[in-house]
């Protein structure tokens, strides 16, 4: 571990401005570990992100679906298809506009770096559902008419995997323990 103002070694001299900002407010007392909690934000957040757009995935596979069945005039199908649709667009909405470990000044939980991991551990396992429902809409895309409703039935319960890991995810960030 380095002190705090004395010059790098050669091999950990920062690269460009940014680096050089970085590093400086790191020497700050207190101010690196903001920097820190901010950057797990961020990755956070994008990683949320990358999660809904996985889902849009999905969602456009049994969009495709839903079109193929009313050009074929396959009626009585299109109503699974499209409740699936609409149960992946909310589980989407609800990831991509979920709480991403930032608290307020006022706020009365805190979130330290530890819970942030956590959090994002929780994130990455939200990306593995995710794909599993992608993987799933596919499934259902490429079903026959005799399996089509079995198809969907296992969409919905990855879905519902997926809504319950959110809400352990919300638990956490919102608990005192």
Same mark, same amino acid.
Not at 12 to 20: E, R, S, V
Not at 61 to 71: A, F, Y
Not at 72 to 99: F, P, S
């Given at each position: ?47 949320? =992100?990358? +999660?809904? !757009?996985?889902?849009?995935? #999905? ?7 839903? @079109?193929? *069945? $009313? ?60 794909? =599993?429902? +992608?993987? !799933?809409?596919?499934?259902? #895309? ?7 409703? @079995?198809? *969907? $039935? ?24």
């Amino acid at each position: 571990m380095f002190e705090p103002l004395d010059p790098m070694p050669e091999q950990h001299q920062p690269k460009g401005l940014t680096d050089k900002l970085q590093n400086l407010a790191r020497k700050i007392p207190g101010y690196g570990g903001y920097i820190d909690r901010e950057a797990r934000r961020d990755a956070d957040k994008q990683l949320r =992100q990358r +999660v809904g !757009q996985h889902l849009g995935e #999905a969602i456009d596979q049994l969009q495709q679906l839903s @079109e193929r *069945l $009313s050009r074929d005039m396959k009626l009585d199908a299109i109503g699974g298809v499209d409740r699936g649709i609409a149960r992946v667009r909310t589980i989407q909405a609800k990831v991509e506009h979920a709480d991403y470990g930032a608290a307020g000044i006022f706020s009365q939980v805190k979130i330290d770096e530890q819970r942030l991991g956590e959090i994002y551990d929780h994130d990455l396992k939200l990306l593995e559902l995710a794909d =599993q429902v +992608v993987q !799933q809409s596919h499934a259902v #895309a490429s079903a026959d008419e005799d399996t089509m409703a @079995e198809k *969907l $039935s296992e969409l919905d319960a990855r879905v519902k995997e997926l809504e319950n890991h959110l809400v352990a995810r919300e638990h956490l960030l919102t608990s005192t323990d």
